[in-house]
């Protein structure tokens, strides 16, 4: 079976039409499309229905589709553990993340990984949206949540510690809140659609009924309101960092309870060859967001 061929229909498969996955294999349309159909051939089944405009999975395009994107992966690291380049690091890097965390976290990062690695390309899909990692091609995800999709790989990379914190301006129109039944009497600033906040009081996980005339569906809005002393914000440390060096915003700590950290985790497809380059970026975030 031709490697090359397979390519041409994840990519194809992947991008939404022939051309488009030409495009991304910086081949010509007609070449792609030879080898999806030298393949097509090969295999006995079809498995692209094309229009004009667009392509579709057919039924045994959408049962083989999995099983062609492991043998090329499988290929890839392959390569890529013979290589003498920085260990196999090499090659094009598909990652995705959230939006404020990306920008603020994740970019910086890899960044920094690109310099250390000048054989490595990266494509950062910055986005709030779950990505489908096998269906979009994407290598690695590091996202602020627990997994939830049991067929990933998950590795925890961090801490992701959160508090409560206000401006200066807003404290100055009343009492700070001491305990978690004074939330009830101050603005909260909630994402758009969470009711609660969860805290932690010594080995009981309470959630808090939170409301506020303030909602928002980004992390970056709730923290310019903030800034703006509409109300009192539940923020993760490397969104308020810079603030509270600068007295823009002031930490306020509860006496009976704590916001309830989260973590971070980087998660990738099940694969019995993890490539050289995903786990070598992977061991690069884990060291640098000791920082964060």
């Not at 979009?136 to 939830?148: C, K, W």
Request: net charge positive; with cysteine.
């Amino acid at each position: 079976m031709d490697s090359a061929g397979l390519a041409v229909f994840v990519q194809a498969s992947q991008a939404g039409s022939v051309a488009a996955g030409a495009r991304r294999l910086r081949i010509s349309p007609l070449t792609a499309a030879r080898r999806l159909s030298a393949l097509e051939t090969d295999l006995g089944v079809r498995l692209l229905h094309r229009t004009t405009r667009a392509i579709s999975l057919t039924p045994e395009g959408e049962t083989f589709l999995p099983h062609a994107m492991a043998v090329l992966e499988a290929e890839a690291a392959a390569r890529d553990s013979v290589r003498p380049t920085a260990g196999g690091v090499l090659g094009l890097l598909r990652i995705t993340t959230s939006d404020a965390f990306g920008r603020r976290v994740v970019t910086p990062i890899v960044a920094d990984f690109m310099a250390a690695h000048c054989d490595v390309r990266v494509d950062l899909i910055v986005t709030d949206r779950l990505v489908d990692l096998v269906a979009e091609g994407v290598d690695v995800a590091i996202r602020i949540a627990e997994p939830a999709d049991s067929s990933l790989i998950g590795r925890r990379l961090s801490d992701n510690r959160r508090d409560l914190y206000a401006s200066p301006g807003y404290l100055a129109t009343g009492r700070a809140p001491q305990v978690l039944s004074d939330l009830s009497r101050h603005a909260n600033l909630v994402q758009t659609g969470v009711d609660h906040w969860p805290f932690l009081a010594g080995d009981r996980r309470v959630r808090i009924p939170v409301a506020g005339r303030f909602t928002a569906t980004s992390i970056e809005s709730l923290h310019a309101a903030c800034l703006s002393g509409l109300g009192i914000g539940m923020f993760s440390s490397w969104v308020v960092r810079d603030d509270l060096a600068a007295g823009r915003l002031v930490r306020l700590p509860l006496a009976d309870a704590t916001p309830e950290p989260l973590a971070i985790w980087a998660l990738y497809p099940s694969r019995r060859l993890t490539p050289a380059k995903v786990s070598a970026f992977i061991a690069f975030v884990k060291l640098r967001l000791g920082a964060v």
